[in-house]
C-alpha cells in the first residue's frame, strides 16, 4: 500500500494539492505540491452566493489536472475538501455532480467548524512550532477567516467568519482597478472589528502569539522578503503590525495596474492582497497584538493527518 495520501482543497481564490506521507514518529512530509489560481469565489458576497459557468468549469479543469499530477505518486487515497466558496454557494451541488462527474471523485464540503479545526490540527505540524501548545490560529482565506484557540496543546475554540478577502473586496470596493481610498478603507476595518467583536472569540491573554496561514500571509512574507533580498523560507516568520502598515499603505495608495508591478505581488491576488492587510491589521489591533508567526502548515496538512491515520 502506498505510503502516500493526496488532498485537494477547494478554496475561493485558488485549488490547491498537497501529496504528503508521514515524515517523523509524529510529523508529516510534503512529497509535492501544487497551486492552480482559479478565483472561483467570484460573487460570494451577492445576496444569494452562487457559483457561475465559468467558476464551474474551471474549478473542474483544475480539479482534474491535481487528480492526474497527484495519482503520479500513487497515493493511497485522495480527498477533494471545499471550503467557503462551495459551501456558501446556492448551486454548489452543481458543481460537487460537475466534478463527480469529471473525476470520478467526491468533495467533501467542510462546515466553517470543521475547516477552522483541520486548519488548527494542520499547524500543529509545524516544527517551529514545537513546544509551544498555548496559542490562537488565525486562517485568511478569499471567503472566510478562521480563529481557533488552542491550550495545552488541544483546540479550545475554533470559529469561521465570513471576512475573506475576496468577499470584503466586493461588498466595499467601489472601483477595484482604482487606490482603496481612506472611506473605504475605515469601513472595513469597522466591518472587520464589529464582526470578531460578536463572534465573542477570546484573545486573552495578549501574551498568546498569533500563528498565521493563508495567501496573505504568504504573499506579506514574500514581498518583505525579497525587499531583503532573501528567500521567503529564509525571511522571518514573525510579521509585525509595522510592517504590515507599511505594505498596506503603499499596496492600498496604488492603482491595480500600479500594483502589477510590485515585486512578488501575484497578478492574480493584486487586487485582495490590500483587503487582506487591511484585515490583518484590523485583527490585530482588536486583539492586542503587535505582531503574528506565519506557517506555512495549514488544512491540507490537517487532512492528510487524519488520512494517514486512517490508510
Known amino acids: 500500500m502506498s505510503r502516500n495520501v493526496a488532498v485537494i482543497d477547494v478554496g475561493s481564490n485558488s485549488i490547491k494539492l498537497l501529496v504528503a506521507r508521514s515524515g517523523t514518529p509524529t510529523g508529516i512530509t510534503q512529497v509535492f505540491a501544487k497551486t492552480i489560481e482559479t478565483r472561483i469565489g467570484a460573487g460570494m458576497s451577492s445576496a444569494v452566493p452562487r457559483l457561475s459557468d465559468t467558476a464551474i468549469e474551471a474549478g473542474c479543469v483544475a480539479i482534474s489536472r491535481l487528480v492526474d499530477l497527484a495519482r503520479d505518486y500513487e497515493p493511497g487515497c485522495i480527498q477533494i475538501v471545499a471550503t467557503s466558496a462551495v ?37 500543529a505540524f509545524d516544527p517551529n512550532l514545537e513546544g509551544k501548545t498555548d496559542f490562537i490560529q488565525v486562517d485568511l482565506g478569499g471567503g472566510s477567516l478562521e480563529l481557533i484557540r488552542f491550550e495545552a496543546g488541544e483546540i479550545k475554540q475554533a470559529i469561521s467568519l465570513q471576512l475573506g478577502a475576496v468577499r470584503l473586496a466586493e461588498r466595499f470596493l467601489n472601483d477595484r482597478n482604482a487606490a482603496i481610498n481612506q ?37 506579506t512574507r514574500a514581498i518583505l522578503a525579497g525587499e531583503e533580498d532573501m528567500t521567503i523560507e529564509d525571511h522571518s516568520a514573525i510579521l509585525t503590525r509595522a510592517n504590515i502598515v507599511s505594505l498596506k499603505t503603499r499596496l492600498t495608495s496604488l492603482s491595480l495596474a500600479e500594483r502589477l508591478a510590485v515585486p512578488h505581488l501575484p497578478s492574480s491576488r493584486a487586487d ?21 508567526v506565519h506557517s506555512f502548515f495549514n488544512l491540507r496538512f490537517g487532512i492528510a493527518a487524519e488520512l494517514l491515520a486512517t490508510n
Open 183 to 219: 472611506e473605504e478603507q475605515a469601513e472595513i476595518r469597522g466591518h472587520v472589528i464589529k464582526t470578531i467583536s460578536e463572534s465573542n472569540f477570546n484573545f486573552e491573554p495578549t501574551a498568546l502569539s498569533l500563528v498565521a496561514t493563508g495567501g496573505s500571509f504568504v504573499i
Open 87 to 123: 459551501r456558501d454557494a446556492s448551486n454548489r451541488a452543481a458543481f460537487i455532480d460537475a466534478v463527480r462527474a469529471k473525476t470520478g471523485l467526491e468533495i467533501r464540503v467542510l462546515k466553517g467548524y470543521e475547516e477552522a479545526l483541520y486548519i488548527g490540527r494542520g499547524v
Open 272 to 292: 485582495i492582497v490590500p483587503i487582506g492587510l487591511i484585515i490583518i491589521e484590523a485583527l490585530l489591533d482588536y486583539s492586542g497584538r503587535n505582531d503574528l
